[in-house]
């Protein structure tokens, strides 16, 4: 009874019930499991990946900065491979805000292929809903300065996966951020 279709309802329950209180920052406050589910979708759907553990990581991707939730918990429930990817993708939230994004910048070439994937989607995602909706309070300028700075991060990725970073190019070039 260990399939992979088990252990990724396993894990999509979890998430949930991390997430369980969070909205999203779009006007309509979307529950926030949308979100790591979403990009556990483009994964799958839009980039062809089947890797169990990846799509996992991308479930649980936002469990440990955003919610209680610990490595070690991650660990004990899914297995060292799947805390290893979250935790090269979770922020150090000690770190004032313009640092952690400078830091995704300068880490991003340094993380796991499998890191890079679920980081990739998350990017493309987040993208995507910007265009969608912007977020309350933020300015035009503000997004945009979203897109360069994601421009930055997808730079250091480059490589991972074809389909997923031909998306990401678009969206740039739409948006006049320079490769
Ligand atoms: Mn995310």
């Not at 979890?14 to 909205?23: D, G, T």
């Not at 993708?89 to 313009?98: A, E, H, N, S, W």
């Not at 292929?113 to 933020?138: E, F, H």
């Not at 503000?142 to 998306?167: D, H, I, M």
Request: aromatic content about 6%.
């Amino acid at each position: 009874m260990n399939s992979d279709a088990v252990l990724l309802l396993e894990t999509v329950n979890f998430a949930a019930e991390k997430h369980r209180n969070q909205r999203r920052k779009d006007p309509e406050a979307t529950p926030y499991i949308n979100h790591p589910i979403g990009v556990a979708r483009i994964l799958s759907h839009e980039g062809g990946v089947t890797d169990i553990e990846v799509l996992q990581a991308a479930v649980l991707h936002d469990t440990v900065e955003d919610t209680d939730t610990s490595l070690a918990e991650l660990e004990a429930a899914f297995g060292p491979i799947v805390a290893r990817i979250v935790e090269e993708v979770t922020d150090d939230k000690r770190l004032p805000k313009q640092e952690r994004k400078r830091q995704q910048v300068e880490h991003a070439p340094l993380c796991s292929g499998q890191a890079k994937l679920v980081k990739l989607a998350d990017k493309l995602y987040n993208l995507r809903d910007l265009i969608r909706s912007t977020p309350a309070g933020w300015t035009a300028e503000r997004v945009q300065e979203y897109f360069v700075w994601a421009r930055e991060v997808v730079r250091g990725l480059k490589g991972t996966n074809p389909a997923l970073e031909e998306k990401l190019e678009e969206l740039f070039r739409q948006r006049g951020v320079q490769l």
